[in-house]
DNA sequence: TGAGTATACATCGGCTATCTTGGTATGTCA
DNA sequence: TGACATACCAAGATAGCCGATGTATACTCA
């Protein structure tokens, strides 16, 4: 099944904040975690996840810094700040209770309301 | 707690079919409905609500048909054709797999993969 | 009878996050 | 040397929701 580019969106940024909230991670590293962690319904691409990046960055979510990785290459890491944790909780009330709404109205049971 | 504009993108179109699925209704009243059934977390407005019927309606997933009210009152009611049934079900199944694809991201259980 | 509110339809411009496409550069392996 | 994976990034296009605004009718209550 496809992913609705639509339905991503909102969620891409709890997806990075609580990724990196788990340990430092550099960008590609982030793609292909997300879409494992998700058995490759999400279908990250790097278009989407640097400038999505820099956005945490620039509103204080993330910090970088770069380090040298042992092949050689040079990795940016993302860190997530205390800010990040906070705006990371509060999205995942945001997500609970979306989802809880959306549940109300496929749930089969729902009655014809007025 | 105010709804993600971006997290309704994408579902819309899912809450209204299921929404007018389970009945022929008015834009008026669907909006009230969808309301009144999430408790007020959606805010649906009129500016959201008729470009949407409209753009269903064109994909042949709705079918409108004017009725006049007891009051008087004009009223454009929206039903669901069997095209319209095809494409809830997909968007169903579309969002189950996207809310176990976010729930496997937010789950704190999940193990640092690679 | 007049004002205010609820009902009921609709359009339009602005916003913005995502997608697609393209680009640069390094390391590995055959 | 060529192919491929790694690793970063930019830019333009897209498309859908939101807020504001407009029109018109029915009801309520002073």
Redesign the pocket.
Known sequence: MN?D??L??????TILLETISRAPM????IC?TVNAKTSGYFN?????L??????LEQEGLLKAYWEQ?D??????YYQITDAGRRVLAEKREQWQAFATAIQQVLAPSALPAM
């Open positions: 992913t580019p639509d991503v969106r909102g969620t891409l940024n550099y960008g590609y590293q292909k990250l691409r790097e278009g989407s640097y400038p999505a990046l820099h956005r990785a092949t050689g290459r040079r990795r940016k």
